[in-house]
């Protein structure tokens, strides 16, 4: 039949050979033009255990969408104009989360530009036969963090709870807690953030292998994030018992990593077992191949060609607008931040009080002054911030009292609570620290030009309106610290009584610094 394409046998997939080239290509080149994000997605798969699994993702998605093949091989690419839209939506957001140095919606805004373009280069139908596939992308993105303190909490209590309920005595201070056999800590590695990111992205992928109704799907993935959240309080149960039994013999060093794995790849096995007696093996009808004629091919790969050219052009933008944004920045200058001067009955100290001082990066400039109010003292710690850029910011991860496994400081705890800054309630984070001779009561929260917040989300929101206002971007963290005894309150006084007196001092000595 002259003029006419059967997409069978052979010739099946004549029609997809240059839209899926030319897809790939326009993939391919995305991924180089935002190759920083795409690197800093990389090298945290690196160095992080939590996050490692991001190397399986992109080859697992490739083989979820060759599985597809022949489905995709009955499905004709029709590019969808409308993919214009929100592909530009989320080339701004890149771009103004690139010029704030938010670096996980940069993260996100790449694999979702990278899933519209797909939508908008072969349309509706064929996006919609992938969508898992795609959407599994969005697993690559390093993102959980935030989760680690709420897990840590509940795996605290989890623990503690569990050891009452056998009936062994428990003393608890924070992320601490003593029985009769040893000590105890709750610490980032023990709150099962890594269990839980596993036990989604497998419950995810377990869900469509196994489900094609949708109500079969969400039961699984519940239970996946359910499951390893109770499981992983078991398992710092299960640690704990098993040293006290031992008289702490067993469980502890690599065991007690060993046996946290071995117990969550049985709570998996026993999830995946247990999903199996719902699973669905019928597949669904196949589509026949439809008739498509050699013009109708050939005008169809030309609408694509433009297509994916105008989403390249689109997609240009943004680099190129970060890259024009960057040259234009002014070039960071040295700024040299004086001591707050004393006020009322403080005085300067001559020596530090203590060895501790909070692990902040990338700042322009930092100091650390003790100060002495008759026999109590306390110590200020600003660390100031011009011209932020990606590792060289305020409000990062990385930026903490302590780091964890401090050969000397333990974080017993932190909370948000209001206090009075300038004659006005502001909220700021207040952390508990412990050594072996002393505690300390410490008070942080964020300068940003003369606002105070100790929120990062708000602190980020004013970076990101004088970035894009073209206004200079001066942000400091202050933090005040003194020593307490076994009672807070005291110490709290005292922190309270410092900031209203020193808070003018150290407003000037900011803006001293903002002036150089």
């Known amino acids: 039949m002259n003029g006419v394409t059967n997409l069978s046998g052979s010739s099946m997939y004549q029609g997809w050979r240059s839209p899926a080239i030319l897809t790939v290509v326009i993939v391919l080149t995305t991924l180089g033009l935002f190759w920083q994000t795409a690197h800093s997605m990389v090298d945290i798969w690196w160095?992080?255990?939590?996050?490692?699994?991001?190397?399986?993702?992109?080859?697992?998605?490739?083989?979820?969408?060759?599985?597809?093949?022949?489905?995709?091989?009955?499905?004709?690419p029709?590019?969808?104009l409308w993919g214009l839209i929100p592909l530009f939506g989320l080339v701004l957001l890149w771009l103004v989360s690139n010029l704030v140095d938010i670096l996980v919606i940069q993260q996100f805004a790449l694999v979702a530009i990278l899933i519209v373009t797909v939508w908008t280069i072969l349309g509706n139908k064929v996006t919609w036969a992938i969508a898992f596939p795609l959407g599994f992308l969005f697993f690559a993105v390093p993102v959980g963090e935030a989760l680690i303190p709420p897990l840590m909490e509940f795996t605290a209590d989890f623990t503690v709870m569990a050891l009452q309920l056998t009936g062994i005595p428990v003393y608890r201070e924070g992320m601490f807690f003593e029985i009769p056999s040893g000590h105890w800590s709750v610490?980032?590695?023990?709150?099962?953030?890594?269990y839980l990111i596993a036990s989604i992205t497998l419950g995810f992928l377990y869900a469509y292998l196994t489900y094609y109704t949708l109500w079969r799907r969400l039961l699984f993935i519940v239970l996946a994030v359910i499951v390893p959240i109770i499981a992983n309080g078991g398992r710092a149960y299960m640690i704990v018992m098993i040293a006290h039994l031992s008289d702490m013999k067993l469980a502890l060093g690599v065991d007690h990593y060993i046996y946290g794995w071995v117990f969550f790849g049985i709570v998996m096995l026993l999830l995946f077992w247990i999903g199996n007696f719902w699973r669905e093996d019928?597949?669904?009808?196949?589509?026949?191949?439809?008739?498509?004629s050699a013009s109708a091919v050939a005008s169809q790969?030309?609408?694509?060609?433009?297509i994916a050219l105008g989403c390249l052009a689109l997609i240009s933008m943004a680099p190129f607008a970060a890259y024009l944004y960057?040259?234009?920045?002014?070039?960071?200058?040295?700024?040299?931040?004086?001591?707050?001067?004393?006020?009322?009955a403080w005085q300067f100290g001559i020596t530090p009080a203590w060895d501790w001082k909070p692990r902040y990066l990338g700042m322009s400039a930092e100091l650390q002054q003790t100060y002495v109010r008759g026999n109590q003292p306390a110590s200020i710690y600003l660390a100031y911030y011009r011209n932020q850029h990606q590792d060289a910011e305020l409000v990062n991860s990385q930026n903490v009292m302590i780091p964890q496994k401090d050969a000397r400081w333990s974080n017993i705890g932190e909370k948000s609570i209001v206090i009075s800054l300038a004659g006005q309630p502001v909220e700021v984070r207040q952390t508990q620290l412990r050594s072996a001779g002393e505690n300390l009561l410490i008070w942080d929260w964020y300068w940003l030009d003369g606002t105070y917040t100790s929120n990062p989300y708000i602190a980020k929101l004013v970076e990101a309106k004088g970035k894009l206002f073209g206004r200079q971007r001066n942000a400091a963290s202050i933090i005040i610290a003194t020593r307490y005894d076994e009672r807070i309150q005291p110490a709290a006084a005292v922190l309270q009584e410092m900031v209203t007196a020193m808070l003018p001092a150290i407003e000037a000595s900011l803006q001293q610094a903002s002036k150089q």
């Open 47 to 76: 160095r992080s255990e939590t996050f490692a699994h991001g190397f399986l993702i992109l080859p697992i998605s490739l083989w979820l969408i060759w599985s597809k093949r022949k489905t995709l091989a009955t499905l004709q």
């Open 78 to 80: 029709m590019p969808n």
């Open 187 to 194: 610490v980032e590695g023990c709150s099962g953030l890594r």
């Open 282 to 292: 019928k597949d669904p009808a196949a589509i026949p191949a439809p008739r498509i």
């Open 301 to 306: 790969n030309k609408n694509i060609l433009l």
């Open 326 to 344: 960057q040259r234009g920045a002014p070039e960071v200058t040295t700024v040299t931040l004086k001591a707050p001067e004393p006020v009322a």
